[in-house]
């Protein structure tokens, strides 16, 4: 079992960047698949990105972000990030990292959920 906790969320000005990241507690994260999911009121929870099990060499992003985010993993840390740039007001949302084994996906089937990390972008 893993607990994913997020962090790094905040206020920036549109345009302008953030890195979030998802450090888990409990077994070891490299053995998971880890997305990456926004929330907005009045919305379904979608898709943000996702990154594969061990070194993290496979890399999956919705189309909204493709070009301006990034995910990545450091093993020796135990954390994967999510490296936001070109920020804009519609990706305003609370940010949730989800751990599940075996391979990633862009549904909503990971079994841990952190708590969530709430983005504001400015106009």
């Known amino acids: 079992q893993v607990q994913p906790v997020e962090s790094g969320g905040g206020l920036v000005q549109a345009g302008g960047s953030l890195r979030l990241s998802c450090a888990a507690s409990?077994?070891?994260?490299?053995?998971?698949?880890v997305g990456w999911f926004r929330h907005t009121p009045g919305k379904e929870r979608e898709f943000v990105a996702s990154?594969?099990?061990?070194?993290?060499?496979?890399?999956d992003y919705a189309d909204s972000v493709k070009g301006r985010f990034t995910i990545s993993r450091d093993v020796a840390k135990n954390t994967v990030y999510l490296q936001m740039n070109s920020l804009r007001p519609e990706d305003t949302a609370l940010y949730y990292c989800?751990?599940?084994?075996?391979?990633?996906?862009?549904?909503?089937?990971?079994?841990?959920w952190g708590q969530g990390t709430q983005v504001t972008v400015s106009s």
């Open positions: 990154v594969s099990a061990g070194g993290g060499s496979t890399t």
């Open positions: 989800a751990a599940k084994l075996g391979s990633p996906t862009r549904t909503l089937e990971y079994k841990y």
């Open positions: 409990g077994r070891t994260f490299v053995v998971y698949a």
